[in-house]
């Protein structure tokens, strides 16, 4: 069966078609958005777009505040930066836009987001840290984009702080300072005492004046989602960086999977602005859902195309989506036939598109062969009923990042036992999450050897069975025991202990040089000679490597 919205397979519409004797032909949508061609005369000068990258807690918000003279580092949770920032700040030499990423190893989608909408990299290394895995992370995605690197030596106020050191590793991941014959600028700076600052947004305007950047305001609005979320009274908020032309307020813009008109724009500051040119960074209101960090931001001139261009993507969408949210049972009876496979399910809310993709890169890569990490739902905003509704069906956990659950949501989770975890720093997730994996994976049974003992005589005693005479030969034997049956090296059984005496009395345990009758059940065949291996098991708990 499909419903009247459902998206059909070509063949089967011919095969329907042609039961009722119709022909059909198809043909395509020319919805999408059309390049325009750029034309040289009416290019002017823009203001370059900086990134600033580098390790977490390396200095890279407070080197921003020292520019832009604010506290954004005091308000983050854990004292580290977990959104893109955008900022345009006026410098002595001219406006400058920064785009500030998150340095936390779960943000390398970020990063790599923050690199691909630049024009020049600013490295943050600290001087008494030096080189960092991050590091090397934030150079290979601005090399990837091919974007010029400068780097900021920070934290030179520091006692520890050997600059040299970071010129020495840097020159090794081939960022060869000038006064070593290279091409990259390095800048000493101190972000807390303000040493170096200015010296660095010189270099920066030096190299973009050298890039002679320059952009078309005249053409229609082009530009690329750099966060998005949703907010209580105002809807769908999206952070948008403009590369081309000029967005103004009233214009119908398409997002991503998602269109509408700019009901309003803000700058950096909170202030409400009627338009927006190439590299200033905007929140803008009035789109109809959340799109999707690094989404285009077209404006389309009639509200009209962009509903259709953006309804024709939803069902592109819907179409990529349709086979994989169908199970059968073959694929069930395929995986019960593989083997028990342990799965861990979340729903992931957070406050930012950007945190929703991090978390959910991080946490599916915990996955082991034996258990499966499983994110089935993902989205901006607070955790609502139906999110507790689905939590409930599928048996899943629900997590919060920087996000609450809805009064209704909280107490239908503890009427229906689902469990809410809220969490304001992303590493505390993910550790919360490991460890409850690792609760899953099934215990390691380890053997514990106790002693060995030697079969002396055999005792066959009515109603009773044999007892075996043993003298004990090395560690001990417990009453508690189980019994392996070794014969010239092989062994032939394995059973448990029925009885254990020391002459007419039973006995817990006895010890090293000393005989003893052993009752055994399971192993029949014993001959004087022999060797019993007593031994006993324990569960250990294993962790994901």
Known sequence: MATINALLDPGVVKKVADGFNFDVEFRTQAVELVEEEIDPSRLRPRPPVVTVMGHVDHGKTSLLDAIRRTKVAEREHGGITQHIGAYQVETSHGKVTFLDTPGHEAFTAMRARGAQVTDIVILVVAADDGVMPQTTEAINHAKAANVPILVAVNKMDKPGADPERVKRELTNLELVPEEWGGRTIFVETSAKRGTGVESLVEMTALQAEIMELKADPTRAARGVIVEARLERGRGPVATALIQQGTLQEGDPVVAGLHFGRVRAMFDAERRRVKEAGPAMPVEILGLSGVPQAGDTLAATGEE?????????????????????????????????????????????????????????????????????????????????????????????????????????????????????????????????????????????????????????????????GTVTGCQVIEGKVTRTARVRLRRDGQVLAEGTIASLKRFKDDAREVLQGFECGVGLEGITDIQIGDTLEFFTTEEVARTLS
Do not use: C, W
């Open 304 to 464: 009209r195309r962009a509903r259709q261009i953006a309804l024709v993507r939803q069902a592109e969408e819907r179409r990529k989506i349709q086979p994989t949210a169908r199970v059968t049972l073959e694929d069930l009876h395929k995986q019960v036939k593989a083997g028990e496979v342990k799965e861990l399910r979340l729903i992931v809310k957070a406050d930012v598109q950007g945190s929703v993709e991090a978390l959910v890169e991080s946490l599916e890569r915990l996955s082991t062969e034996e258990v499966k990490l499983k994110v089935i739902h993902g989205s901006v905003g607070t955790i609502t009923e139906t999110d507790v509704m689905l939590a409930s069906a599928s048996n899943a956990i629900v997590l919060g990042f920087n996000v609450r659950a809805e009064p209704k949501a909280a107490s239908q989770a503890q009427a229906e036992g689902v469990d809410i975890r809220n969490y304001t720093v992303i590493y505390e997730a993910i550790n919360d999450l490991k460890a409850a994996m690792e609760g899953m994976l099934s215990p390691e049974i380890r053997e514990i050897t106790l002693g060995r003992a030697q079969v002396k005589a055999l005792f066959p005693i009515s109603k009773v």
